[in-house]
C-alpha cells in the first residue's frame, strides 16, 4: 500500500463524504477542493565534499484568504501528493477556527538524522531562497511555520535568510511564524498545538450524554491516555494533559519501540531520559512492548497518535481498545479505518480541529509581527493598577484582610503568554461548540470529522460567494 497516496485519498474521500451533505453547486466544490498552486523544485546542496540534489515543495492549496499558511515538513516520505493533502487540511482548519487564512504546506524530502546542524542550516536557507525567487514566501502572500522535522531553529533560519533578500521591508518579521521568542516569536508558541489538543479533548469531555454513552464520566481527572510520537505535539499533549488535567499517561511509542506503565509515565522525566540514553526503552517502572505496533491495542481512554498519517488503518483499527481518539498528528486515521471504527463506537476528534492549535497561536504570532508590539505590553500595568485599586477599596469597606497570595491573584495584569492561552482556550471551545452544532443538527452526520468539513466548507464557500466569484 502506497501510504502517502492513502492519506490523500483520505482526505479526498472526507471531503466528498461531507461535500454531498451541503447545498453548494459542483463547481464551488471542486474549486474548494483543487489546490491553487505547486511549487516542486530540485536544488543542490554542498554535504561533506559532494553535492546532494534535494527534492522540495510548496502548495498553496487555497487563495481565497491570504496569506496562505501552513506548516514545512522534513521527512523522507515527502511527496506531491503528501503536500497535497497537508495543504488542503490546513484551508479547512483555518476556516474552521476563523484564522483568515488560506492553506499551504512545504515539504523537504529528507531524513533530519542523516544531516548535520550545518547541512540542516544550508538546506533550510536554499529552500527559502527558492521560495523567495518564485514568490512563495512573505508576510501577505505565504507563511510557513513548524511541521514534523522541523522547529524554532528552522523557522530562525527562514526569517534571516528571508530578512537578507528583503532587505528594509518593515513587516518581514512575519514572513515565517513558530520562531523563537527571541526572534520575533511569540510566547506559547511551541506548546500551542499540544495545548489546543488537550483543550479540545476536555471540552470533548464536558458532553455528559456523550461521555455516559462511551462508559466514562465526564472530566479528564483520572483518565487514562496512550502516545504515539513524542515530538512536539506529542509531548506537549502529554505534559498539559498530565499537568493540567490529571490524565495519566499509561503507555508512549516512539521508533525505538512501545512503553506501558500502568502506575503512569511521567513524561517530563521520560524526555530527558530519552535526552541522555538514545531512547524510551528501558525508562524505570516501564514494560516494553514485544512489537512497536502494539500501541494501538494497549487498553486506555484515549490514544493520541502524534506522529505521522496514515498509523491506524484497516490493518490495525479492530485491535482499538480505547474510546476516543485524538488526532493530534495530520491524517493517522485512514478513511477506510475511520468506517470501522464507527462501527465499533470509537470516537474520532479530528486533525482539521483538534491540532488546530498551532496555526491559532502563528496567527497571534503573525499579527505581533505586524502590529510591532507585544501583547499586553499597553495594557498589563494599567490593569494591575485598576484592580489593585478596586482590590483596596473592597478591603477598606468590608474591613477585611487578604493574604499577599490571593492579592497577586487578583490584581495581575496579563503577560503576554497569558493572553495567548486565552486566546487559544477561547479558539478551542468556540470552534468545538459550532462543529458540534452540525453534528447534532443533521441526522446524517455521523461523525465528528463530517461535522468538521461541513463547518469548514460553510466559511470557505460564503467566502467565494462573497468574493462574487460563483454568484
Ligand atoms: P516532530 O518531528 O516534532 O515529532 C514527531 C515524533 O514522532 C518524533 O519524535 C518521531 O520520532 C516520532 N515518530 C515518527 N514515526 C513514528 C512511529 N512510526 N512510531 C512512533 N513514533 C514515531 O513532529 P510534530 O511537529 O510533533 O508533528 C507531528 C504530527 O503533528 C504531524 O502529523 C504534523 O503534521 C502534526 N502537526 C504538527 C503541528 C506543529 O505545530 N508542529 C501542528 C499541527 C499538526
Same mark, same amino acid.
Given at each position: ?100 487564512? &488560506?492553506?499551504?504546506? =512545504?515539504?523537504?524530502?529528507?531524513? /533530519?538524522?542523516?544531516?548535520?546542524? $550545518?547541512? +540542516?542550516?544550508?538546506? @533550510? ?70 495545548? &489546543?489538543?488537550?483543550? =479540545?479533548?476536555?471540552?470533548?469531555? /464536558?458532553?455528559?450524554?456523550?461521555? $455516559?454513552? +462511551?462508559?466514562?464520566? @465526564? ?88 506522529? +505521522? ?163
Amino acid at each position: 500500500m502506497n501510504k502517502q497516496a492513502s492519506f490523500f485519498e483520505s482526505v479526498s474521500r472526507n471531503f466528498d463524504n461531507a461535500a454531498v451533505l451541503t447545498k453548494y453547486p459542483k463547481g464551488l466544490l471542486s474549486q474548494i477542493k483543487a489546490a491553487n498552486a505547486v511549487y516542486q523544485m530540485r536544488f543542490p546542496v554542498k554535504i561533506g565534499n559532494k553535492y546532494e540534489v534535494i527534492e522540495a515543495f510548496r502548495v498553496q492549496h487555497s487563495h481565497h484568504r491570504l496569506p496562505t499558511k501552513g506548516g514545512i515538513r522534513y521527512s523522507h516520505y515527502v511527496d506531491q501528493q503528501e503536500v497535497e493533502a497537508l495543504a488542503a487540511l490546513m484551508t479547512y482548519k483555518c476556516a474552521l477556527v476563523d484564522v483568515p487564512f &488560506g492553506g499551504a504546506k =512545504g515539504g523537504v524530502k529528507i531524513s /533530519t538524522r542523516n544531516y548535520t546542524p $550545518e547541512q +540542516l542550516e544550508r538546506i @533550510t536557507r536554499r529552500y527559502t531562497v527558492e521560495l523567495v525567487r518564485k514568490n512563495f514566501i512573505g508576510p501577505g502572500i505565504d507563511v510557513p511555520a513548524p511541521d514534523y522535522g522541523t522547529g524554532p531553529r528552522e523557522m530562525a533560519w527562514i526569517l534571516d535568510t528571508y530578512q537578507q533578500l528583503k532587505n528594509g521591508e518593515i513587516d518581514s518579521a512575519a514572513c515565517v511564524t513558530g520562531k523563537p521568542t527571541n526572534t520575533s516569536g511569540i510566547q506559547g508558541r511551541t506548546e500551542a498545538t499540544g495545548r &489546543g489538543v488537550f483543550y =479540545g479533548l476536555r471540552e470533548y469531555l /464536558t458532553l455528559k450524554d456523550e461521555v $455516559e454513552a +462511551l462508559g466514562m464520566q @465526564t472530566g479528564t481527572g483520572g483518565k487514562t491516555m496512550v502516545i504515539q510520537g513524542l515530538g512536539n505535539v506529542g509531548r506537549y499533549t502529554g505534559t498539559i494533559s498530565i499537568e493540567e488535567g490529571d490524565i495519566k499517561v499509561i503507555g508512549v511509542s516512539e521508533i525505538e519501540g512501545t512503553i506501558v506503565d500502568e502506575k503512569g509515565i511521567n513524561i517530563a522525566k521520560l524526555l530527558k531520559y530519552r535526552a541522555s540514553k538514545g531512547s524510551i526503552l528501558g525508562f524505570p517502572g516501564t514494560k516494553t512492548l514485544k512489537s512497536r505496533e502494539d500501541w494501538v491495542s494497549i487498553p486506555c481512554d484515549i490514544l493520541v497518535p502524534a506522529a +505521522l498519517e496514515s498509523q491506524i488503518h484497516k490493518g490495525n483499527a479492530k485491535k482499538i481498545k480505547a474510546k476516543i481518539i485524538c488526532e493530534a498528528a495530520n491524517g493517522p486515521v485512514t478513511a477506510d479505518a475511520e468506517e470501522i471504527l464507527l462501527k465499533m463506537g470509537v470516537v474520532v476528534l479530528p486533525d482539521m480541529y483538534l491540532n488546530a492549535g498551532g496555526v491559532t497561536v502563528s496567527y497571534f504570532e503573525w499579527l505581533k509581527n505586524l502590529s510591532h508590539i507585544r501583547f499586553g505590553r499597553m495594557e498589563k500595568r494599567f490593569d494591575q493598577n485598576a484592580y489593585t485599586n478596586m482590590v483596596d477599596m473592597v478591603v477598606r469597606l468590608t474591613g477585611k484582610t487578604i493574604s499577599t497570595r490571593e492579592r497577586s491573584l487578583l490584581t495581575k495584569g496579563a503577560d503576554e503568554v497569558d493572553l495567548v492561552r486565552s486566546g487559544l482556550e477561547e479558539t478551542m471551545i468556540t470552534s468545538f461548540h459550532q462543529i458540534r452544532a452540525n453534528y447534532t443538527r443533521k441526522k446524517s452526520v455521523k461523525d465528528y470529522r463530517t461535522a468538521a468539513f461541513i463547518t469548514a466548507l460553510d466559511k470557505v464557500a460564503s467566502d467565494y460567494l462573497t468574493l462574487g466569484v460563483f454568484p
